[in-house]
Antibody
Framework: QVQLKESGPGLVQPSQTLSLTCTVS????????VHWVRQPPGKGLEWMGR???????SYNSALKSRLSISRDTSKNQVFLKMNSLQTDDTGTYYC???????????WGQGVMVTVSS | DIQMTQSPSSISVSLGDRFTITCRAS??????LSWYQQKPEKSPKLMIY???NLEDGVPSRFSGSRSGSDYSLTINSLESEDTGIYFC?????????FGAGTKLELK
């Protein structure tokens, strides 16, 4: 069945770089888009960026200067890197799947990231 | 960016009641609007896609509709399992944007 699972450090120091991995199963990264979405504690959802099935990427302009998304199709993994982290980057980070022109149907369980010294 | 204005921000409803949440889009998004339910400490769950289509497995008491730039999620005959936070999402244009959420509680 379709599964996505995020992994990465739970604690990052301010000004450091966040590296997260989304490991997928049950579908191919060359057939579906994978997106990253985050949610600060007690707040709403923010779309961060997308890895398209063909390897193209799109980013939220609010994060574009700090954000990079890549993938390794042989390992069924999509990666997120975001630099210059600040305390307001604290939150739960999700990876989620979507077909072109369709919304997110499957989500990972999320990984909580705290930015603190 | 397309702004999605969602209302109400919270609501208390009695079991068996009917209620509606609305999202208004600041630009044309066609039918590229979906609705999600989120339970505490859980990932969002897709309920409605393309404005009016019920996701597989979602109870038929949920429905979606559109009137111009206003999109609505209606729950007929509320059940206790329907509590949670509901978000709309526009996926017409990047950056995709979400509504701020509606917290649904039992009265």
């Amino acid at each position: 069945q379709v599964q996505l699972k995020e992994s990465g450090p739970g604690l990052v120091q301010p000004s450091q770089t966040l590296s997260l991995t989304c490991t997928v199963s049950g579908f191919s990264l060359t057939s579906y888009n994978v997106h990253w979405v985050r949610q600060p504690p007690g707040k709403g959802l923010e779309w961060m960026g997308r890895m398209r099935y063909n390897g193209d990427t799109s980013y939220n302009s609010a994060l574009k200067s700090r954000l990079s998304i890549s993938r390794d199709t042989s390992k069924n993994q999509v990666f997120l890197k975001m630099n210059s982290l600040q305390t307001d980057d604290t939150g739960t980070y999700y990876c989620t799947r979507a077909e072109a022109a369709f919304p997110f149907d499957y989500w990972g369980q999320g990984v909580m990231v705290t930015v603190s010294s | 960016d397309i702004q999605m204005t969602q209302s109400p921000s919270s609501i208390s409803v009695s079991l068996g009641d009917r209620f509606t949440i609305t999202c208004r889009a600041s630009q044309d998004i066609g039918n590229y609007l979906s609705w999600y339910q989120q339970k505490p400490e859980k990932s969002p769950k897709l309920m409605i896609y393309r404005a009016t289509n019920l996701e597989d497995g979602v109870p038929s008491r949920f429905s979606g509709s559109r009137s111009g730039s206003d999109y609505s999620l209606t729950i007929n005959s509320l059940e206790s399992e329907d509590t949670g936070i509901y978000f709309c999402l526009q996926h017409k244009q990047y950056p995709y944007t979400f509504g701020a959420g509606t917290k649904l509680e039992l009265k």
